[in-house]
């Protein structure tokens, strides 16, 4: 498998754009999460998907910020309108928990986001 | 809320040196305790999960512990050698299923 793919792996917009990042799961994974990092607060949950639903968006700083899962190979995570605080490195990653439980995450390479 | 620290936050060792990584974490209550080494530039690789019955796990010349009672981890690993330099991050999971708690890793250098 080709592992989880993201794109665009680096995206440089203007405040108040919008940004669209992408992603693909690992083919038979059934949970993907949305992570974001910066110097200052580490690696964050953004929101979780389990068999295409949100689980959990408790991450999510604010409502500029919107996910979707439309089917099990592909999901997206857009900004509108961008903010130069929302400069960071977007992973998205992915697992096919056992029992309940998570299961190793895979991650995908990131997107780095500068927004100026 | 779970909180997840990681000491040292930088480490440079010479070539062939143990080492021990550690982390520590607010909430005892976990379900499992992850691994993770992320390369400059790239994305976390898993290295070791242990669930929360389970005292340790060891994967070639790294082991890692857990002491669930005292919400502590070590990652030792052995004979470290320049291809280990990486950031290691652990991460545990609580409450909502399958939600990580990410501590802000350890910078490890491994010098010839």
């Known amino acids: 498998d080709a592992g989880v793919i993201q794109s665009p792996r680096h995206e440089v917009t203007e405040m108040g754009q919008e940004v669209t990042l992408r992603c693909k799961p690992i083919?038979?994974?059934?949970?993907l999460f949305w992570y974001r990092q910066t110097m200052m607060r580490g690696l964050e949950l953004l929101i979780y998907f389990n068999n295409n639903v949100p689980i959990d968006d408790s991450g999510m700083p604010e409502d500029r910020f919107s996910a979707k899962m439309p089917n099990a190979s592909f999901s997206t995570l857009k900004i509108q309108p961008s903010e130069p605080r929302d400069s960071a490195v977007y992973f998205c990653?992915?697992?096919?928990?056992?029992?309940?439980?998570?299961?190793?995450?895979?991650f995908g390479p990131g997107t780095r986001l500068t927004v100026l | 809320k779970q909180e997840v620290t990681q000491i040292p936050a930088a480490l440079s060792v010479p070539e062939g040196e143990n080492l021990v990584l550690n982390c520590s974490f607010t909430d005892s209550a976990i379900y499992n305790l992850q691994w993770f080494r992320q390369d400059p530039g790239k994305g976390l690789t898993s290295l070791l999960l242990i669930q929360s019955s389970q005292r340790e796990q060891t994967s070639g010349r790294l082991n890692a512990s857990l002491d669930k009672s005292s919400g502590r981890s070590t990652l030792y690993i052995a004979a470290s050698q320049p291809g280990d330099s990486a950031t290691y991050l652990c991460?545990?999971?609580?409450?909502?299923?399958?939600?990580?708690?990410f501590g802000t890793g350890t910078r490890l250098q491994v010098t010839l």
């Open positions: 083919s038979g994974h059934n949970s």
């Open positions: 990653a992915s697992s096919l928990p056992t029992s309940g439980r998570t299961d190793t995450q895979y």
């Open positions: 991460a545990v999971e609580t409450g909502t299923a399958s939600k990580l708690t």
